[in-house]
């Protein structure tokens, strides 16, 4: 009897599922939303849709979902990934249709597809950075041209053990373009995502500040694209 009782809720449920990847964009008021809500809506909206989702099959059933790579709170982006299963071989305009009726504002589904790649096979992703400061656009991009110059860009990292390293990040910026638009500089960056070793945009910026002194006025950061060991788009 005890035996019984252990066993998962669904055990002998062998369901035939249907892998899904979703792009999405989360921009405006939604980037906001912290990842933990961000599930939860999802949840919702995968419900409210009536898609025949496939649940996990443990103690605690529940809807699957799984999202690659995690966007900080603050960001925007149109290309942000989240897999799931269906029960049914649905076709993918319809996945989008049904499902993008039910998004929070600022939140659209732009594409279903066959997952291609892993989530492991995620090395890097790209983000545009526009921020405006207590001094001249032209003055900042010069201090940000005398700021990746240098040899080292030392911070203190933390680590899952909840030790402190000196890390030096120079090596990791990899800085596609810089200009000044309007008031303020605009960034294009590659940082590293997902593996060993990340790199978030704020990190990068919020240095830059602290190095020079600057006060910031206005930031705003969207993460472009996400891509894999060969420079290709994780799809």
């Known amino acids: 009897m005890a035996e019984k009782m252990l066993q998962p809720k669904n055990v002998d449920l062998r369901l035939e599922r249907f892998d899904r990847r979703i792009v999405y964009e989360k921009c405006g008021r939604a980037k906001y939303i912290s990842h933990l809500d961000l599930m939860r809506a999802m949840q919702r909206a995968i419900k409210r849709a009536g898609l025949p989702v496939w649940y996990t099959q443990g103690f605690n059933p529940h809807i699957y979902l799984m999202f690659p790579l995690t966007l900080s709170?603050?960001?925007?982006?149109?290309?942000?990934?989240?897999?799931?299963?269906?029960?049914?071989?649905?076709?993918?305009?319809?996945?989008?249709r049904r499902l993008d009726a039910q998004m929070s504002e600022g939140m659209r589904i732009v594409s279903c597809a066959l997952p291609v790649h892993k989530h492991t096979e995620i090395t890097h992703?790209?983000?545009?950075?526009?921020?405006?400061?207590?001094?001249?656009?032209?003055?900042?991009?010069?201090?940000?041209?005398?700021?990746?110059?240098?040899?080292?860009?030392?911070?203190?990292?933390?680590?899952?053990?909840?030790?402190?390293?000196?890390?030096?990040?120079?090596?990791?910026i990899d800085v596609r373009e810089i200009s000044c638009g309007g008031d303020g500089v605009c960034l294009d960056l590659l940082l590293p995502a997902g593996g060993s070793f990340s790199l978030n945009a704020n990190v990068v910026i919020e240095t830059f500040f602290e190095m020079y002194g600057l006060e910031c006025d206005e930031l705003c950061i969207e993460r472009t694209k996400i891509l894999i060991a060969n420079g290709k788009l994780f799809t």
């Open 125 to 172: 992703a790209g983000y545009k950075i526009r921020f405006t400061a207590d001094r001249s656009p032209e003055e900042c991009r010069g201090l940000f041209e005398e700021f990746l110059a240098r040899d080292k860009i030392e911070i203190e990292k933390r680590t899952k053990k909840k030790t402190a390293n000196i890390v030096d990040i120079r090596p990791f």
């Open 73 to 96: 709170l603050g960001f925007e982006s149109r290309v942000e990934v989240m897999d799931l299963a269906l029960l049914e071989d649905m076709p993918f305009e319809e996945t989008v």
